[in-house]
Each structure stands twice: as C-alpha cells, then as structure tokens.
C-alpha cells in the first residue's frame, strides 16, 4: 500500500497520518533504546482513537507545546508483562494512565467507596 493509500484510509483521517505516525515512531524509538520490550506493532495494529477511553476526553494529538499535556495521547500495554504487539495496546491520554499507572484496582474501589460516603 502507497503511503498516500495509507494516510487516506488512516481511522483519524489524512490530516493527523503524520502526526500520529511521528508518535509511534518515537515510542517505537525510545522502546527499542531500552530493549526490554518487543515491538511488532505498525499504524493498523493501533486502536486508533480522539477521546481517551478511560476519561471520555478529547485526546491532544497535535500540542502546541513540546511537551506532554495531560490530553496527550500514550500508548500503553494491557498487559505489562508482555510487550508493544497487536492487541496488547490501548490509547489513552496521559492524564488517565498517569491515574491508572499509581494504584491497583483495590485502591481505587477505595477511594470510590471514600468519596461516596462523603456525598
């Protein structure tokens, strides 16, 4: 497939090909420099996505800062005892994994069961 034909059939569009190309290669990139994990993912393996599932927020694709905001999307593994491969991988702002990645679910039934008993 042409690069044209991939970024005309690209799910979010033409115009953001590139910029979520940029993202994947540059984790693909700092994932491969550290080589903990494997890699086999590419652009159609991606659940590519403007809300984050997690948070129901619009997802930051094109920043005006360099860096991360908390609308800006990451890829982040379900599963972390496996690596970046096709279906393994949700995007999600980093809002939300910054939240995800700090407790367990059992923290967070807590702080539920906290917050309602306050209510």
């Known amino acids: 497939m ?3 034909e991939q970024k005309d059939e690209f799910p979010l569009g033409p115009e953001l090909y590139g910029v979520c190309s940029a993202k994947l ?3 693909k990139s ?3 420099s550290e080589r903990k994990w494997e890699w086999t993912l590419t652009n159609k393996d991606i659940p ?3 809300t984050c599932p997690v948070l129901g927020t619009e997802l930051l694709w094109e920043s005006p800062y360099d860096r ?3 609308q800006s999307p990451t890829f ?3 599963n972390n005892n496996v690596g970046y491969i096709p279906g393994n991988v949700v995007v ?3 809002q939300a994994y910054s939240m995800l990645r700090l407790g367990t679910l059992e923290d967070f039934e807590k ?3 906290f917050l309602q008993q306050q209510t």
């Open 111 to 113: 702080v539920v069961s």
């Open 25 to 27: 290669a540059r984790k």
């Open 92 to 94: 999600m702002s980093f």
């Open 48 to 50: 590519w996505t403007t």
């Open 68 to 70: 991360r905001q908390p």
């Open 30 to 32: 700092n994932v491969k």
């Open 76 to 78: 982040v593994r379900k």
């Open 2 to 4: 042409s690069f044209k």
